[in-house]
């Protein structure tokens, strides 16, 4: 259990503790309503460096969510865990580590330095670059044993200039148009890694553009991609492994699993689509939480923050928080969006800016200086997730994980 207890940095919250009744402590921490005089290791990590904001992963839930989703798609269909960005915002190796505990035993990033960033921490998996390989990073790439991605002709040539052994991937465009040979081209290009004497035609794969919204138009990709493959086979080439499903494809078309899947939202504990409970013991990954750290009275007729877009009906409370769009919580999310303050949601008043955001909060007459306002998880009753936040800054999940920016420190011993 490598990542237990491990800080990726030995990052601080700031001490409150005099000013708030609660004090600034992650719910793993056990710090919402006790009393700050005794703080957990972390804590006081945290506390000493003066930060203000974090995100606390938890490695166990990662695990947890890969072994569900080993379990579902047995023992013949390997899990491959894409942890590209950062591990959609929890961290790349931590997340690599707790996947690989859980049963994955495959890594995916989308760039070479994504790659060598799991290599340099020790993490020995197969791992598949998804995305493009730049020429000068070859080299790299092949050092650490990447597996890499080929999609058109300049990439073939490409790979062949390092005259080494390299375990290729060849893409399909099956439909999304992004990424990928068209198919015939693609049943060339494997073909030909196939005949070269040092390239190894280890996967054939695709990708799906709207799984988690249209599982007929997923299922019409899915036979273009396996009408490729079975050309494939009948021109001769075989022992390659063949990959297509992402979150929503493995969960809703069992069909589309083949030999390996490759997954990454699900394995941080969130679904493809809110109203989606497939899973139903998938356990969320990250907590986000701040602190406030101002209360203000104002008269009614008095605006808060930048453009003024909050104005008090009648004499008003307004607490700042230190969280703003530069740590990834979204400027849409203004109107619409809430947090968790003492167990209790509140909206955002006005703005929100940079550094700070500001809160209504005349539904929480005791706020204090120093109280844990939390943007993603659990306070008491209260539960915002990902997806709420999402749904507030018109976004979806994926980018509100990985939004979140390297600005808030990721703590990992829950
Ligand atoms: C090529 C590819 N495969 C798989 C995934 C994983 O998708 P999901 O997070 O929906 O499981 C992604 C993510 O964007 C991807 O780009």
Same mark, same amino acid.
């Given at each position: 259990?490598?990542?237990?207890?491990?800080?990726?940095?030995?990052? @601080?919250?700031?001490?409150?503790?005099?000013?708030?009744?609660?004090?600034?402590?992650?719910?793993?921490?056990?710090?919402?309503?006790?009393?700050?005089?005794?703080?957990?290791?972390?804590?006081?990590?945290?506390?000493?460096?003066?930060?203000?904001?974090?995100?606390?992963?938890?490695?166990?839930?990662?695990?947890?969510? @890969?072994?569900?989703?080993?379990?579902?798609?047995?023992?013949?269909?390997?899990?491959?865990?894409?942890?590209?960005?950062?591990?959609?915002?929890?961290?790349?190796?931590?997340? *690599?580590?707790?996947?690989?505990?859980? $049963?994955?035993?495959?890594?995916?990033?989308?760039s070479i330095?994504?790659g060598l960033?799991?290599?340099?921490?020790?993490?020995?998996?197969?791992?598949?670059n998804?995305?493009y390989t730049p020429p000068n990073a070859l080299s790299a790439a092949v050092a650490a044993k990447l597996a890499l991605t080929l999609?058109?002709?300049p990439g073939l040539a490409l790979l062949k200039t390092a005259a080494t052994?390299i375990?290729v991937?060849?893409?399909?465009?099956?439909?999304?148009?992004?990424?990928?040979? +068209?198919?015939?081209?693609?049943?060339?290009?494997?073909?030909?890694?196939?005949?070269?004497?040092h390239l190894?035609?280890?996967?054939?794969?695709?990708?799906?553009?709207?799984?988690?919204?249209?599982?007929?138009?997923?299922?019409?990709?899915?036979?273009?991609?396996?009408?490729?493959?079975? +050309?494939?086979?009948?021109?001769?080439?075989? $022992?390659?492994?063949?990959?297509?499903?992402?979150?929503? *494809?493995?969960?809703?078309?069992?069909?589309?699993?083949?030999?390996?899947?490759?997954?990454?939202?699900?394995?941080?504990?969130?679904?493809?689509?809110?109203?989606?409970?497939?899973?139903?013991?998938?356990?969320?990954?990250?907590?986000?939480?701040?602190?406030?750290?101002?209360?203000?009275?104002?008269?009614?007729?008095?605006?808060?923050?930048?453009?003024?877009?909050?104005? +008090?009906?009648?004499?008003?409370?307004? +607490?700042?928080?230190?969280?703003?769009?530069?740590? $990834?919580?979204?400027?849409?999310?203004?109107?619409?969006?809430?947090?968790?303050?003492?167990? @209790?949601?509140?909206?955002?008043?006005?703005?929100?800016?940079?550094?700070?955001?500001?809160?209504?909060?005349?539904?929480?007459?005791?706020?204090?200086?120093?109280?844990?306002?939390?943007?993603?998880?659990?306070?008491?009753?209260?539960?915002?997730?990902?997806?709420?936040?999402?749904?507030?800054?018109?976004?979806?999940?994926?980018?509100?994980?990985?939004?979140?920016?390297?600005?808030?420190?990721?703590?990992?011993?829950?």
């Amino acid at each position: 259990m490598p990542f237990r207890g491990h800080f990726n940095s030995p990052q @601080t919250l700031a001490s409150h503790e005099s000013r708030g009744s609660r004090g600034p402590a992650g719910p793993g921490l056990g710090g919402l309503g006790r009393e700050p005089s005794a703080p957990t290791r972390g804590e006081s990590l945290l506390t000493e460096q003066g930060a203000t904001k974090w995100a606390d992963v938890d490695p166990s839930a990662i695990a947890h969510n @890969t072994a569900l989703v080993k379990q579902l798609v047995g023992a013949k269909t390997a899990v491959m865990a894409v942890v590209k960005a950062n591990g959609y915002g929890h961290g790349a190796v931590p997340a *690599a580590r707790a996947a690989v505990e859980g $049963g994955a035993s495959w890594l995916a990033v989308s760039s070479i330095p994504e790659g060598l960033e799991l290599r340099k921490a020790g993490i020995r998996e197969p791992i598949l670059n998804l995305g493009y390989t730049p020429p000068n990073a070859l080299s790299a790439a092949v050092a650490a044993k990447l597996a890499l991605t080929l999609y058109d002709r300049p990439g073939l040539a490409l790979l062949k200039t390092a005259a080494t052994e390299i375990p290729v991937h060849v893409k399909v465009d099956s439909g999304m148009h992004r990424l990928g040979a +068209a198919p015939e081209e693609a049943i060339r290009l494997a073909t030909e890694v196939h005949a070269d004497p040092h390239l190894r035609l280890e996967g054939f794969w695709t990708h799906f553009a709207d799984a988690d919204r249209d599982l007929v138009f997923t299922a019409q990709q899915l036979r273009v991609f396996l009408d490729a493959r079975a +050309a494939l086979i009948r021109a001769g080439v075989t $022992g390659f492994i063949t990959h297509a499903a992402n979150s929503p *494809a493995t969960l809703r078309l069992p069909e589309a699993r083949l030999d390996l899947v490759r997954v990454g939202l699900i394995l941080y504990g969130v679904r493809p689509a809110r109203d989606w409970h497939d899973l139903p013991t998938l356990r969320p990954a990250l907590t986000w939480q701040t602190i406030v750290t101002n209360v203000v009275s104002i008269p009614a007729g008095q605006s808060v923050g930048y453009g003024r877009r909050f104005t +008090a009906e009648q004499p008003a409370r307004v +607490a700042t928080i230190a969280a703003g769009y530069a740590d $990834g919580l979204h400027w849409q999310s203004a109107e619409r969006g809430c947090v968790i303050v003492r167990g @209790t949601r509140v909206p955002f008043a006005g703005s929100i800016s940079m550094d700070q955001a500001a809160l209504d909060v005349a539904a929480v007459p005791n706020i204090q200086v120093g109280d844990v306002v939390t943007l993603i998880g659990r306070d008491g009753d209260a539960v915002l997730t990902a997806d709420d936040l999402a749904e507030a800054a018109g976004t979806i999940s994926y980018e509100v994980l990985c939004a979140i920016s390297n600005r808030v420190p990721r703590r990992y011993n829950i």
